[in-house]
DNA sequence: CGGAGTGTTAGTCG
DNA sequence: CCGACTAACACTCC
């Protein structure tokens, strides 16, 4: 899926075409994307029901994003929340050239010509145009929920960490999380369990750009490493986002044209490349069951 | 054609 | 409670 940069750069392009949309027609077609957030889920027609029915008549006002969810939220109080995996994606198609059409997560070539299509499985049809749930593995999923309060105490929010722009992630609160967890620095960025956003990508390129082996358990690292680590997420994160957030060629920004930040990767996807930094032999392990790129000279 | 690999994370197991 | 592993699924690339 798209990580935080990703996300929160479709939540923009959004944001500028459908705030004040009013929901006409609502069609899920696959049950399991509405039923529940787990990976074994139950297809649950009263979900089905009730999303095609109470969102109909509602006016979208807001949209935000927490971790990588975008949450969408309406006039009732009513919230939708979206999260798009590995292959989600979400477009709009405006109903006339007015406006433009967004297009960001996931890259699908037919969703730039025919929608819906064969991984569409959910159509909101709005009153300026429609938006798209597209999903080609369908590890993704759109729940309803009566409010924000209620997505809170459904504990969906409840184990993430801080986000990576808030200003109480600091570099103490980072170095507090690592002093005692025995695990891989990636693994524990991975987990979204202190800070949120970092997946597969971000996760190794934050740990080149901090000069810090991914492997290194956390409990090992000085403070000085800790702080180097935490000035690399904050510079890298926002200027992915400026980017447009995009991080591998093909990824769609919002407005579906392709993201700008894969050219400033230094070690993801470049297994076996040379070290932009030292022209060493870029190496490669498993962690967390992820490849996990680094350049042994580079990172300590 | 077979097998490996893919941007995530919930659930399970030790 | 932690940490490690796998499953959910479709598709692409060797």
């Given at each position: 899926m798209p990580e935080l940069p990703e996300v929160e750069s479709l939540r923009r392009s959004l944001e500028k075409v459908i705030i004040g949309s009013q929901i006409v027609r609502v069609t899920v077609k696959h049950p399991k994307i509405v039923s529940s957030?787990?990976?074994?889920?139950?297809?649950?027609?009263?979900?089905?029901?009730?999303?095609?029915?109470?969102?109909?008549?509602?006016?979208?006002?807001?949209?935000?994003?927490?971790?990588?969810?975008?949450?969408?939220?309406?006039?009732?109080?009513?919230?939708?929340?979206?999260?798009?995996k590995m292959t989600g994606q979400l477009v709009f198609e405006p109903l006339d050239n007015s406006l433009q059409k967004v297009l960001g997560g996931h890259p699908i070539e037919e969703s730039e010509s025919s929608l819906p299509n064969k991984h569409t499985y959910i159509i909101w049809e709005l009153d300026?145009?429609?938006?798209?749930?597209?999903?080609?593995?369908?590890?993704?999923y759109v729940l309803f929920y009566s409010s924000y309060q209620a997505i809170l105490d459904d504990g969906h929010f409840g184990t993430f960490g801080l986000e990576p722009m808030d200003e109480q992630f600091t570099a103490d609160f980072l170095a507090q999380k690592l002093k005692d967890k025995k695990t891989p620095i990636k693994t524990l960025f991975l987990a979204q369990s202190v800070v949120v956003g970092l997946g597969n990508i971000y996760c190794d390129e934050v740990c080149f750009e901090a000069g810090i082996l991914p492997t290194r358990m956390c409990n090992t690292l000085t403070k000085k490493e800790t702080k180097k680590l935490y000035e690399s997420i904050k510079k890298?994160?926002?200027?992915a986002i400026g980017e447009g957030g995009s991080s591998i060629a093909n990824y769609l920004l919002g407005d579906g044209s392709r993201g700008n930040y894969a050219r400033y990767h230094n070690v993801y996807g470049r297994k076996g490349k040379k070290c932009f930094e030292c022209n060493s032999v870029l190496m490669s392990t498993v962690l967390a069951g992820r490849t996990t790129v680094y350049c042994e000279i580079c990172q300590k």
């Open positions: 957030s787990g990976t074994t889920r139950v297809p649950n027609l009263a979900k089905v029901v009730e999303f095609e029915t109470d969102l109909v008549g509602q006016k979208i006002i807001r949209l935000t994003r927490r971790a990588k969810n975008i949450i969408i939220e309406l006039d009732s109080g009513n919230c939708l929340l979206v999260h798009l300026n145009g429609a938006l798209f749930y597209n999903d080609v593995r369908q590890f993704g890298i994160i926002p200027k």
